[in-house]
């Protein structure tokens, strides 16, 4: 497995990825609404913020991605929030979602105050991972639809 970080050329896959993602959260409205908006979003996230492409020998396999930014309530605490981690549900059971999650780790560690991850509620097992990589539970997430 190769990690990488992403490019431009990446996004018609990565966006692909995303309408999967959002479709899996069952929300009243989809949170990728469109392949412009989308393309554009993954444009900034790639030359401002941060993104990794997981790839075996043959294809992309997963995907990672966050914003660099000032912390909300002492902006001299540089954040890497991350926004989106996706494995291809046909790759998963392999190493793909771990070494993102380390790569991913181990760039807010070289380059960031503190790492923001968000997971969702039917992935209980990511806890423990999470741990393993000395991240803790602060808050807990909740949306109203609307």
């Known amino acids: 497995m190769i990690i990488r970080r992403g490019v431009i050329e990446d996004i018609p896959w990565v966006r692909k990825q995303l309408l999967q993602f959002s479709e899996t959260l069952g929300m009243k409205k989809n949170i990728y609404p469109g392949d412009e908006m989308t393309g554009a979003l993954l444009a900034n996230i790639i030359e401002k913020h941060f993104l990794l492409i997981c790839e075996n ?16 309530f002492n902006p001299s605490v540089k954040v890497l929030a991350e926004a989106f981690w996706w494995v291809d549900p046909e790759h998963r059971g392999g190493r793909a979602g771990y070494s993102l999650l380390k790569a991913f780790t ?3 560690k070289e380059n960031v105050d503190m790492v923001i991850m968000t997971t969702e509620f039917n992935s209980p097992d990511l806890e423990k991972t999470l741990y393993r990589f000395d991240y803790k539970q602060y808050e807990r997430n909740y949306i109203l639809e609307v």
């Open 57 to 72: 020998d043959e294809e992309k396999v997963g995907v990672i991605g966050g914003f660099l930014v000032p912390h909300m």
């Open 106 to 108: 181990e760039f807010g």
